[in-house]
């Protein structure tokens, strides 16, 4: 069982990246996928959820920015991300849990994907 994340970049603010997390190894398609990111010097933080049933959740500082979605038949997972901020970068890293119900909760993710470098210049 294999996440794969990719789409890090280097962009300007205002701009935007989508992050791809593809997995391999078994279907994930009823199972809860998230996105957390890792800036220097900080811990790990929840960003978006989506669950199996396509219920969406979001922290409050990318609500209205970032846009989490999945495509089944491909078993991948997006992280659509616009007018990002420099605050934003970061170490962006896929989960998934073995649940069809998404949460914030980083221990409750079974999977994880290698991080995938996300920065944004001012």
């Known amino acids: 069982v294999q996440l794969q994340a990719s789409g890090g970049g280097l962009v300007q603010a205002g701009g935007s990246l989508r992050l791809s997390c593809a997995a391999s190894?078994?279907?994930?398609?009823?199972?809860?996928r998230g996105w957390f990111r890792q800036a220097p010097g900080k811990g790990r933080e929840f960003v978006a959820t989506?669950?199996?049933?396509?219920?969406?959740y979001y922290i409050d500082s990318v609500k209205g920015r970032f846009t989490i979605s999945r495509d089944n038949a491909k078993n991948t997972v997006y992280l659509q991300m616009n007018s990002l901020k420099p605050e934003d970068t970061a170490v962006y890293y896929c989960?998934?849990?073995?649940?069809?119900?998404?949460?914030?909760?980083?221990?409750?993710?079974?999977?994880w994907g290698q991080g995938t470098q996300v920065t944004v210049s001012s």
């Open positions: 989506i669950g199996g049933g396509g219920n969406t």
């Open positions: 190894g078994r279907t994930f398609n009823n199972y809860a």
């Open positions: 989960a998934a849990r073995r649940s069809p119900t998404g949460t914030t909760t980083i221990s409750s993710y079974e999977y």
